[in-house]
């Protein structure tokens, strides 16, 4: 059987148990047409070890990909596709994950305080926006690429509800914290300064 067509049987079982599958599906079809049209049985594992690699230095993205294609070929082997698994025995040693890092109170502040140097006469609202952007990252915890897909009408600043859409987990709604209250008010502060 083609290796794209084992692809695409795989991730249509992944979606119909509920997952959205979408970075997985990217990676999947990307490993396929690096190996080129073959079948699932005739890839190398020496061009599997390549994929995995990459052109940089080793990360967690090798643990990633290593992990889609293993799936992958979980589903090959027990449907029949395949009788062996290309991927390599032995795991190198990654580095270790990154270690979040959190502002402390102070360095918020000297962050927001610098956010007028953004200044630019074609968007004068741009240091309000960054301003608004620091404090709602800082506050709810989002991940940046929620925060900048949402409109004002994920925002109900009455009941104190922001709706986070299209994110890493579904549709959730974020209840706002006194914290992020107090942000609120410092916000329309700053904006009746300006």
Same mark, same amino acid.
């Given at each position: ?16 148990? @509920? &997952?959205?599958?979408? %970075?997985?599906? #990217? ?9 080129? +049209? =073959? ?31 293993? @799936? &992958?070929?979980?589903? %090959?082997?027990? #449907? ?9 025995? +032995? =795991? ?103």
């Amino acid at each position: 059987m083609e290796l794209i067509d084992v692809v695409t049987a795989y991730v249509a079982m992944q979606r119909s148990l @509920g &997952l959205r599958f979408e %970075a997985a599906d #990217r990676l999947l079809r990307q490993f396929a047409h690096q190996m080129g +049209n =073959v079948g699932i049985a005739d890839v190398r594992p020496d061009a599997v070890v390549e994929f995995l690699q990459g052109t940089g230095p080793l990360t967690a993205t090798w643990r990633l990909k290593y992990n889609v294609l293993a @799936g &992958l070929y979980r589903f %090959a082997i027990s #449907r029949g596709c395949s009788e062996t698994c290309p991927l390599p025995a +032995n =795991v190198p040693k990654l580095p270790p994950p990154q270690t979040p890092y959190v502002y402390s109170t102070g360095e918020l502040h000297r962050l927001i305080d610098a956010t007028p140097l953004l200044y630019n006469y074609r968007s004068p609202q741009q240091a309000s926006m960054y301003r608004t952007l620091i404090l709602l990252l800082y506050g709810s915890g989002l991940r940046i690429g929620e925060a900048l897909r949402l409109t004002i009408l994920d925002a109900d600043l009455i009941d104190r509800v922001i709706t986070v859409r299209d994110t890493k987990f579904f549709n959730y709604a974020a209840s706002l914290t006194m914290f992020d209250l107090d942000v609120t008010n410092a916000n329309s502060r700053a904006m009746n300064e300006t």
